[in-house]
């Protein structure tokens, strides 16, 4: 990996350090679990599953994604904090079930699931958890009442909703990024993100998104 590709992934997991408490604020809205295994679909550069490792204790993170830079930065940050042995990466789509299948006591999908499909990517993971297991699901805030009764209908307790608005968005993540890159004479690497930028000032409503904190009820 190049000089300018690993500091383009350390700015940006900077700012994306800053949204780690609404997955820690989620994560603490369930029961205690004794050494829970959790499955972090689509885990990217592995930011969330980093913030759940250091507020677990006793947890083992298998973490799924498809992107081979991702999981190779990923895996440099594990090696430098130690916690190689908590953890699995798996390069996979999240299609893939056969390389990731088992059971977990807790999923976290943080925006995969608008991606492949939001029910039948559900039903997929559904099927992976535990009984009376946990899921987190951080997804875009459209058809919020339609999830809901999917979770309903799949016999899936919402334990917590909440929403991340546009201002927690903008101060939490986007002005983080904008300060960023301001302060860099060379922004070719960063075309994407700048667009993102213009993008959310344009339209800031479509950047909103909504935490689902589920059990998987047992009858």
Not at 72 to 81: A, E, V
Not at 192 to 207: A, D, G, V
Request: include cysteine; hydrophobic fraction near 40%; glycine fraction near 4%.
């Amino acid at each position: 990996m190049s000089n300018e590709i690993e500091n383009k992934l350390i700015l940006t997991d900077q700012c994306r350090e800053n949204l780690t408490s609404y997955t820690v604020q989620a994560f603490n809205k369930i029961h205690k679990i004794h050494r829970p295994v959790i499955l972090d679909i689509g885990c990217g550069t592995g930011v969330p599953s980093i913030a759940l490792l250091r507020e677990i204790d006793d947890a083992f993170v298998v973490a799924v994604d498809q992107d081979e830079e991702s999981l190779s930065w990923f895996r440099q940050k594990i090696d430098k904090l130690g916690f190689t042995e908590r953890l699995k990466l798996i390069q996979a789509s999240f299609f893939q079930t056969e390389k990731y299948q088992q059971k977990f006591d807790l999923i976290l999908a943080e925006g995969i699931l608008h991606i492949v499909g939001f029910q039948s990517g559900f039903l997929i993971l559904k099927e992976m958890l535990e009984n009376n297991g946990y899921m987190i699901i951080h997804d875009e805030k459209k058809d919020i009442q339609k999830k809901k009764n999917i979770f309903n209908l799949n016999n899936f307790e919402i334990i917590d909703c909440f929403e991340l608005d546009r201002n927690i968005w903008w101060n939490d993540y986007f002005k983080c990024l904008e300060k960023s890159l301001s302060d860099l004479d060379d922004k070719q690497l960063f075309r994407e993100e700048m667009n993102y930028i213009r993008e959310f000032k344009k339209s800031p409503e479509l950047f909103e998104s909504v935490y689902f904190v589920l059990k998987k009820q047992v009858h």
